[in-house]
């Protein structure tokens, strides 16, 4: 229900593009934010960023500090998708990059995790 | 910024139950999820917000939290229950995870 797309190789110093494709529901919902997690070959998990859409009017995103700026999530409401950009990429930027639904409606039910993830896509950094 | 502290590996006989801690600052005031990944496959939520189940997970799942560890239990551990189980909790916008911790049953 999560699909990810984009470009398996990407070169030094250019910049990561990623689609996220949501179907059976709908990016604007009120107990949902979207969101990028990476996974380096034998590592851990690393969360980049997130975006909470609530409308065409109420749209925030925020960010790994340690991905210093180069990190934009956008949403396109009309293909109920939402999108990866990491600019000047280098290898460490090399890993399975899944998108996933996190739930949380900042209230009182408040955040319950990332409850579906997309199956992953490997990005290569290599000229 | 805040860490989650994981025990690298677990492991367990078949049919015990089985551990896996998750250690961080006064994590008792904090809500923490946790996640089982196998080989090759993306991460699933096994535990949310310390002990609920999602319908998918078999009561042999359970947690618990206080002080500053949290824990994921498995009773009556079966093969399909290796992999990597990863802990998690909502830093007030990031997502904060621990480094995971592979669980093998004997």
């Known amino acids: 229900r999560l699909q990810e797309s984009g470009p398996g190789l990407v070169k030094p110093s250019e910049t990561l593009s990623l689609w996220c494709s949501v179907s059976d529901f709908s990016l604007n919902s009120r107990f949902h934010d979207w969101g990028w997690i990476r996974q380096s070959p034998g590592e851990g998990l690393q969360w980049i960023g997130t975006i909470a859409y609530r409308g065409p009017t109420s749209e925030n995103s925020y960010y790994n500090p340690s991905l210093r700026g180069r990190v934009t999530i956008d949403v396109d409401v009309s293909a109920n998708r939402f999108s990866l950009k990491v600019t000047s990429v280098t290898a460490a930027d090399a890993a399975v990059y899944y998108c996933?639904?996190?739930?949380?409606?900042?209230?009182?039910?408040?955040?319950?995790?990332?409850?579906?993830w997309g199956q992953g896509i490997a990005v290569i950094v290599s000229s | 910024s805040y860490e989650l502290t994981q025990p690298p590996s677990v492991s367990v006989a078949l049919g015990q139950t089985a551990s896996i801690t998750c250690e961080g600052d006064r994590i008792r005031l904090r809500h923490v999820h946790w996640y089982h990944q196998k080989p090759g496959q993306a991460p699933v939520l096994v535990l949310y917000r310390d002990n609920h189940r999602p319908s998918h997970v078999p009561e042999r799942f359970s947690g618990s939290s206080g002080g500053d560890t949290a824990t994921l239990t498995i009773d009556v551990a079966q093969a399909g229950d290796e992999g990597d189980y990863f802990c998690?909790?909502?830093?007030?916008?990031?997502?904060?995870f621990g480094g995971g911790t592979k669980l093998t049953v004997l």
């Open positions: 996933g639904r996190q739930v949380n409606d900042y209230g009182p039910s408040g955040e319950c995790g990332v409850d579906v």
């Open positions: 998690q909790l909502w830093d007030s916008g990031p997502l904060m």
